[in-house]
T-cell receptor, first 118, second 114 residues
Framework: EAQVTQNPRYLITVTGKKLTVTCSQN?????MSWYRQDPGLGLRQIYY???????DKGDVPEGYKVSRKEKRNFPLILESPSPNQTSLYFC????FGTGTGGLNTEAFFGQGTRLTVV | AQSVTQPDIHITVSEGASLELRCNYS??????LFWYVQSPGQGLQLLLK??????LVQGIKGFEAEFKRSQSSFNLRKPSVHWSDAAEYFC????????????FGTGTLLAVQP
């Protein structure tokens, strides 16, 4: 079954304690990205990756890091979490992203990780 | 700058009634447009998408949307709503080019009355 898997689904942590949210896809997609969802703001892109070892900032990258060492995995790292990073996080993948002639730009989303930083 | 506006934060309809969710976008070129649905505790699921061609697109679960370039709109419709349609709906525009991202609206929360 084609899917994007995030772990953990729920996480409560304390300010400053480093954490990693994992994301894995089994569709051989090149493009992966992270979004955060906040009430009244919709989803905003944090980071994206066009392919292995190619990552770049989205709209709200401050306080986050990512890595893409393998095609299937795209972890989100919070080195020193703060309460304003309390949010619902989604990982997404798509075959190429939206810039390739529209051949396949459907994004598949994970089920989300609800993070609370106290 | 690209943006998506969903003017209705919350809508309540009766089961069996018709539904229209509004979406307006701002984008300089021909847009890639999407509607996603998020059921409680779930991730986002693609309902339908528009890339080019026929401006009326059909999606899953009986939904359809119409692209109107003159109005910069991509409204989502369903002729008869079911209780299981209660969810949050997001309109998004795909940005072509270097950033390759989806820009989402703020969402419309749909409640269905029996």
């Amino acid at each position: 079954e084609a899917q994007v898997t995030q772990n953990p689904r729920y996480l409560i942590t304390v300010t400053g304690k480093k954490l990693t949210v994992t994301c894995s896809q089994n569709m051989n997609h090149e493009y992966m990205s992270w979004y955060r969802q906040d009430p009244g703001l919709g989803l905003r892109q944090i980071y994206y990756s066009m392919n292995v070892e190619v990552t770049d900032k989205g709209d709200v990258p401050e306080g986050y890091k990512v890595s893409r060492k393998e095609k299937r995995n795209f972890p989100l790292i919070l080195e020193s979490p703060s309460p304003n990073q309390t949010s619902l996080y989604f990982c997404a993948s798509s075959l190429f992203g939206t810039g390739t002639g529209g051949l396949n730009t459907e994004a598949f989303f994970g089920q989300g990780t609800r993070l609370t930083v106290v | 700058a690209q943006s998506v506006t969903q003017p209705d934060i919350h809508i309540t309809v009766s089961e069996g009634a018709s539904l229209e969710l509004r979406c307006n976008y701002s984008y300089g070129a021909t847009p890639y447009l999407f509607w996603y649905v998020q059921s409680p505790g779930q991730g986002l699921q693609l309902l339908l998408k528009y890339f080019s061609g026929d401006t009326l697109v059909q999606g899953i679960k009986g939904f359809e949307a119409e692209f109107k370039r003159s109005q910069s709109s991509f409204n989502l419709r369903k002729p008869s709503v079911h209780w299981s349609d209660a969810a949050e709906y997001f309109c998004a525009v795909g940005v072509r080019g270097a950033t390759n991202k989806l820009i989402f609206g703020t969402g419309t929360l749909l409640a269905v009355q029996p």
